[in-house]
Structure formats: C-alpha cells, structure tokens
C-alpha cells in the first residue's frame, strides 16, 4: 500500500482544504510541525477514511484521495473522490498496473466492491491498519473501539480458528509489550528478532512468566476451576496454561482506587510459567503471532489480568521484571513487536510521536529499526509523526511533510522541506525550514551576542566589548558555524589564540592546525 495523495475538501478539526502530495516510491512519510499544528488530525483523517470505505459508510468529511495497493507485479491505483453531503457520496475509480505500467483505462468502482469479505480480505483496501500513539489521550484511540470489539467477539465463539482470524483494524497500547516479548522468544527462523532483543534491549534470555488470573465483569459462572465459563479460543488457550504452569495458586489482592478510601479485594489465580522449555512447550502449534493474538483476546475479555515476565539481561546475572524496563526500552518493544507480529504486507502504520521516550541514540536508528521489521518489498506504508530532529536525520525530503500554520490567516499547509535533512547536523535541521528555529543557542548565550553586535555597531564601549569578545570565545562562539566539526574545530582553536593577535607566519599556522588536530583526536 502506498498513500499518493490526500486532500481535506471539507472542514475536519484545523484541515480544512489541506493537501499531502506524497512520493509514490518511498514507503515512509514523516509529519513534522508544530503542536497544534494537526500532525494527528492527519493520522485521525486517515483512519476515518479506511474505516468508512471498509464499512460503506457515508463519510464524515469530504476528502480526495490517491493510493496504490497491490503486494507483487500487480498493482491497483485507486482514486476517490468523496462529497459528505450529496448521494452517491464516493467517486471511486480505479487502474490496473503491471510492473509499474498501466495495464487498464480508468473504471469505475461502486463502494460495495470496496469493502471488506468475510474472510476480512479486500483488494482495494490495505490489508491492516495499524495506529500508535505515546500520549495521554484515548482520542485516536478510540476510533478502534468498534473493531476490537468485533475481534473479540469473533475469538470467544466455540469454533473460532485464532490462526485464520485477521484483525485489519489494530491499536497499539503499553499492555501489548509484554505479548510482544513472549512472541518474540518463541520466534523460530527470525534471528533479527534475537539480535533486537539482545543489542538493543540487552535481553538475553526468557526466565520465568507468571499468568494472572481473574473473573471478568459480568461473567455469571463464578467457579473459577471452570475459568468463569471462558469459550472458543481463549479457553483452549486457559487450558494450555493450565497443562503446562506450575498452579493454580489462588490469592486475593486489593482493588486500587483513587476515588474511596474503602479496601475492597478480589480473588486472582496465579499460574507459573517457570522456563523457556515450558514456554516453547505451550506454545508448540503456535506461531509467534498466534500467541501474541491470543494472548491479546485473552486480556480484551477481562479472564487475564496480567502477565509478568522475568528476563535476563546481558549487563546484569540477575532476573530482571519486564515492568521495570525503561519507558523506553517497553515503547521500542511495543511498537516493534506488534510491527512484527501483526500483518505487515500491503498495510498502512500510523505512528503518532512513537520516539517519545527514546533516547537520541535510538531517535536516529528509528528507520533503521523500521526498515527491519517492515522492509520496503513488503509494499506497505509507514506514516509517523515526530517533533525529534534525530528521527528525520537519516531521510530525504520526498519522505517528510511539514506542517505550518499562517501567522495571517491562521490557514494550515503541508509540503516537502527545502532540502533533505540528510547530511544536516542537529543545529542546522533545527534552523531550517523544517523546524524554524532562530537559534538553537541558549537565552544567556544569545543575548551576550545580541548585545557584542550592538556595541560592535555603535562602538560605545570598547572594554565591554573586548571582555565579550572574550567571552565568548572561551565559550566557543567567537564564530557561529552550523556545521558542528568545524564549530568544534574553532572552540579547540581558541586556546591557541590570544584575542585580536593574528598567527605570526604560514609555519606557525601549520603547526597550531596540526595540535589543533591533535587535541581533537585525543578528546574524540
């Protein structure tokens, strides 16, 4: 799948009239822009959009929209055109390629063709949609409610098939991190998998899992040797915990409430997964994704309450609890996880800010991350927004939209940058017209040069002026360069200097270059 183009015809949150003119080779986009901008309202739009083609639905705004879906030689280029307020309200043509050539006129499509079979198939639509979000809010959250209702509904008949059961509409949370590693371990012809976990996770090896147990609201059957009266799927699975988990150990433990001081408790059954043998063992007939989904149906109908997991991490001999992973390291783990586990041929990821709490070391390997989880012959598209310099130093600018409000007419617009932020360093993406900024100084730094410039001009004081010269640069701008080598190159050449004294002789200019060098080598 890859998105071509998307207008806002009509009024959606800030969008309105908005247009995404995107590269139809590159399979990633990066959304960059100010807060309240509408980097999100981007990623909400489109899922409005395949919601409503995937049902038939009239849409909720009017939109235009180009894409190419097609896992092979054989591609289709849909073009939809949509009007909220008039029936027929979807305009919908599309062309057949071949190896990148048009094969067929442009023909018509009604809605009804477009949608989804029973099988969750569709050869106009992606065949996943995939959204994350770091923050607080559950706003796009929950535009997934309804399909994940559905998936549930689907695992708990009596003769639901967890391996053919296709989820085309997924919302990542925290929670699935944990059914990310345990699939994960059992991955089997993956080794990406384990050289993820262990250089950048530093995890080693599964330890131990412990399965907690509780009955969901609602469920009449009290008797928990029953599991509360659990079906399809989800009780095949209870049972394998039960066949191959030290337990059931029944415990009661307190309900957490913020709004009553009253102790209430409720009664949870534990099972103890003691070992990576045991682990492969229960999950013998299962694929990776398998286990992840299940798990998943699992914790949705409220039977599991939680999972605990025990690793061992190569900087330390000890067992480490998953929970007390960074919000890092479970963020990484989440979003990489479900990109594995989840389909990712001919789909579309909708990331909003998944770099929030990675460290700059991990911002700029991001695409590297990505492009080993869903590399560019799986034909799909990743959109994500950032406000991270570092996660964009790597790309072009065919892959990065910019968001900009008018100062005037307070109008929002999207377009590629200048230039691409490859072989740009920190200072000069931030100073660009992808970011904006000024200065990427500190206030007290700025205002001592604001203040040198003043008297360079006016030449009232020369004392004060030779004392900020001075300043300055011990601080290392006495020249402001945006490129950081050779910045680093004039703040190691200042301590050869004596302010407003120049360097005796060509000679004498060599040999302060070549300590300048060699200090320079030495600090790297």
């Known amino acids: 799948m890859r998105l071509i183009y998307l207008k806002i015809i009509s009024e959606f949150k800030n969008l309105h009239g908005i247009e995404l003119k995107l590269n139809a080779e590159e399979n990633r986009t990066v959304i960059i822009g100010q807060n309240g901008t509408g980097k999100s309202n981007i990623i909400e739009a489109l899922v ?8 038939g639905e009239p849409p909720v705004f009017s939109y235009e929209i180009k894409y190419k879906i097609g896992d092979g030689e054989v591609e289709t280029l849909l073009h939809i055109i949509t009007d909220k307020d008039n029936a027929p309200y979807y305009d919908i043509k599309f062309q057949k390629y071949s190896s990148g050539v048009p094969r067929t006129e442009w023909l018509a499509l009604n809605i009804a063709k477009v949608k989804r079979d029973q099988d969750g198939l569709s050869p106009y639509l992606p065949r996943n949609v995939f959204a994350y979000y770091s923050g607080p809010s559950d706003r796009l959250e929950s535009l997934f409610y309804q399909k994940r209702r559905e998936f549930y509904l689907e695992v708990i008949k009596e003769d639901s098939n967890i391996r053919d059961n296709i989820r085309p509409f997924f919302y990542a949370k925290p929670f ?40 969901p609201t609602g ?30 150990i029944e415990t009661e433990e307190p309900i957490l409430s913020d709004l009553s001081r009253r102790q209430k408790t409720k009664k ?39 999972v605990e997991i025990k690793v061992k991490q190569t900087k330390s001999e000890q067992e480490v609890a998953f929970s007390e992973l960074s919000e890092g390291e479970q963020q990484l783990l989440t979003i990489f996880g479900l990109l594995q586990f989840t ?43 950032t406000h991270h310099p570092l996660s964009i130093a790597e790309l072009k600018k065919e892959q990065i939209q910019v968001v900009k409000r008018s100062l005037t007419t307070q109008k929002i617009s999207v377009k590629s940058p200048d230039k691409s932020p490859r072989g740009m360093n920190v200072n000069g993406i931030l100073t ?70 120049e360097v005796a002789s060509v000679e004498a200019r060599k040999k302060m270059i070549k300590n300048i060098l060699a200090d320079m080598k030495v600090s790297g």
């Open 176 to 215: 699935h991190s944990q059914f990310s590693l345990l699939a994960f371990f059992i991955a089997r012809g993956f080794p990406q998998a384990e050289k993820f976990l262990q250089r950048e996770l530093s995890i080693e090896s599964f330890q131990s899992a412990t399965f907690v147990l509780t009955q």
């Open 432 to 501: 660009s017209d992808m970011f904006g900024m000024l200065t990427t100084l500190d206030n007290d730094t700025q205002s001592l040069i604001r203040e040198r410039r003043e008297l360079v001009v006016t030449n009232e004081d020369p004392e004060r002026l030779e004392q900020l010269n001075t300043e300055l640069e011990l601080l290392g701008y006495g020249y402001i360069h945006p490129d950081e080598d050779y910045r680093q190159f004039l703040i190691a050449r200042s301590k050869y200097l004596e302010y407003g004294k």
């Open 219 to 248: 469920w009449g059957n009290s008797d928990a040797n029953d599991f509360w009266g659990a079906k399809g799927a989800i009780r095949d699975f209870l049972e394998l915990i039960q066949d191959h988990c030290i337990g059931p």
């Open 268 to 306: 949870v059954l534990s099972f103890y997964l003691p070992n990576k043998t045991k682990l492969d063992q229960l999950a013998r007939n299962m694929r990776p994704e398998d286990l992840f989904k299940i798990l998943e149906a699992t914790y949705l109908s409220g039977v599991l309450e939680r």
């Open 48 to 55: 409005h959009i395949f919601k409503q083609l995937d049902s």
């Open 343 to 385: 389909a990712k041929r001919d789909a579309l990821f909708l990331l909003d800010e998944p770099d929030t709490h990675l460290n700059p070391n991990w911002a700029a390997k991001y695409h590297d991350f990505l492009a080993i989880f869903i590399p560019e012959g799986f034909k799909s598209h990743i959109i994500m927004t």
